[in-house]
Structure formats: C-alpha cells, structure tokens
C-alpha cells in the first residue's frame, strides 16, 4: 500500500528530481510533487512524496525528518488527508 510523506522547510530552489534521488535510498518512489505558487511560479517550500510501501516511507520519515537537505533542516512526517469542501462555481449564480 502506498504512503503519502509530507516534506517541509525545503529550499525554495529544491527540485523534483533531487528530492526522488533523497528518497530513492528508502525504497521505491511512486511520486514526487512540490508545490508551487500559482501567480509566480515559485516553490513554496514544501511538497509530497508518495513511496510504494509503507516500510519504506517509515524508514525515510525517520532518517531524513531533521536532517539538513541543500542548505535547510527539512521536516518530514506522514501527510495528513484533509478534507475540502467542494469547490463553488461563483460565476454559475450570474445572470446574463
């Protein structure tokens, strides 16, 4: 079963492929996605990994969770689902 990693306190200038080869060590990386802003196109600093076992992403949230990645400690637990509620379509209540 796969396991969604939550990774935060990244440099801003960390990419998506050095964040697969960090995690790559621990076993099978299925996902990697940092998330970036939508109006400038910069990372936020944080992002997802998804591992293919739950073993292995246990193994990489003790290992690397206060480790110092390209310059910054990174902070990395188990990410938490959160729910959202539905997105409203604002310009579906306009009339013409």
């Known amino acids: 079963m796969a396991k969604k990693i939550y990774v ?16 790559t060590q621990f076993g ?6 940092i998330v970036m802003d939508r ?16 073993d292995a992403a246990d ?6 969770n206060g ?3 390209e310059g910054r400690t990174l902070r990395v637990n188990q990410a938490m689902e959160r729910d959202r509620p539905p997105r409203r379509d604002f310009g579906a209540d306009r009339r013409n």
Not at 8 to 23: D, V
Not at 28 to 33: D, G, I, K, T, W
Not at 39 to 47: L, P
Request: aromatic fraction near 12%; charge should be negative; charged fraction near 20%.
């Open 8 to 23: 935060g306190n990244m440099n801003y200038a960390t990419n998506e492929q050095s964040l697969h080869e960090l995690f």
């Open 59 to 64: 193994s990489a949230i003790s290992a690397l």
């Open 67 to 69: 480790r110092e990645f």
């Open 39 to 54: 109006y400038t196109g910069q990372a936020k600093g944080f992002g997802f990994i998804e591992m293919e076992t739950d």
């Open 28 to 33: 099978e990386v299925l996902s990697v996605n």
